[in-house]
């Protein structure tokens, strides 16, 4: 099987990257490969005791703007992970995905149908007091897309990427990324001071770093060349890996429309004086200093 991967924003000439895999009983083997770069994949079921397994509820839709016209239309597709389990700590991730989707229940599917209600009521809305002769614009036609996917999941801690993309007309669509770390163990959803001490200037001063590689500036030009200011912030919208840590900015926060999410790494290595110990021990990361 061959995928192409596509990303809402992505410029018309950007070559995309391919998946060309085979799918047997328990695992996909195969290659990614974009440009002059290519990696293994070997992905494999796995049912460790420290990792979350997870079902998927997935709702598509297409709604009439109007009744008496087939076009234009919204389409709805919502995609959420539940995970599999009774005991207290796969509650606790489900109440914190629930949570996140605005549920205060625990019906999955009268959620996500209360979104759709509220989505089309939103969206039927707009036609009243439009010309007639206006309904059946193109302009008319409206895309919403939310999705969870598994970014993390061991060592008792999963991240989950709660991504989405809205088009309500005009010239492009609006699309983000919210990062869920949820510590697994001790029934909690992890921010920034729970695994390190934020030290705003160390961190900066890495970020403004990794930002200049990111948009290719040189040594001495200013973050202005490319952003809308000289100077960054440590966002709250992070996620964690075995290697380090990845600090998001959405659209508008640092840079145009065009440059998308920023995502700036910050490998463990760079600031491990900074990690909790517990963090450190939690992630095994004791001899990360030396490397």
């Not at 000439?13 to 009983?25: E, F, G, T, V, Y």
């Not at 163990?185 to 001490?197: A, G, P, S």
């Amino acid at each position: 099987m061959e995928f192409t991967e596509s990303a809402p924003g992505a410029a018309e000439d950007d070559k995309p990257a391919r998946w060309q895999i085979k799918i047997s009983r328990d695992s996909i083997v195969g290659t990614w490969s974009r440009a002059d770069k290519s990696y293994p994949i070997l992905l494999k079921e796995s049912y460790r005791d420290d990792m979350q397994r997870f079902s998927i509820i997935s709702v598509r839709d297409s709604i009439q703007f109007v009744d008496s016209l087939s076009a234009p239309r919204a389409d709805f597709t919502y995609q959420v992970l539940l995970p599999i389990g009774n005991d207290e700590q796969t509650e606790f991730v489900r109440t914190t995905i629930l949570k996140s989707m605005g549920c205060d229940t625990g019906n999955v599917n009268g959620c996500i149908k209360k979104i759709k209600d509220n989505y089309t009521e939103q969206y039927r809305s707009t036609a009243e007091g439009m010309e007639p002769h206006l309904l059946g614009e193109a302009f008319n036609n409206w895309d919403l897309e939310i999705s969870y996917a598994v970014v993390y999941n061991e060592n008792d801690i999963i991240v989950l990427d709660n991504s989405h993309y809205e088009y309500t007309g005009g010239a492009h669509g609006s699309f983000g990324s919210f990062y869920l770390n949820i510590d697994r163990r001790n029934k909690k959803q992890l921010v920034l001071n729970d695994i390190m001490t934020v030290d705003s200037l160390q961190l900066i001063a890495l970020l403004t770093k990794e930002a200049k590689t990111h948009f290719d500036l040189e040594a001495g030009q200013p973050l202005s060349a490319r952003m809308f200011s000289d100077e960054l912030f440590v966002p709250n919208n992070f996620y964690i890996s075995n290697k380090g840590i990845t600090f998001s900015y959405g659209l508008y926060e640092i840079a145009s429309y065009a440059d998308g999410l920023v995502e700036l790494f910050i490998p463990y290595n760079k600031i491990t004086e900074l990690l909790t110990p517990e963090f450190k021990q939690r992630m095994r990361l004791e001899s990360v200093a030396m490397q």
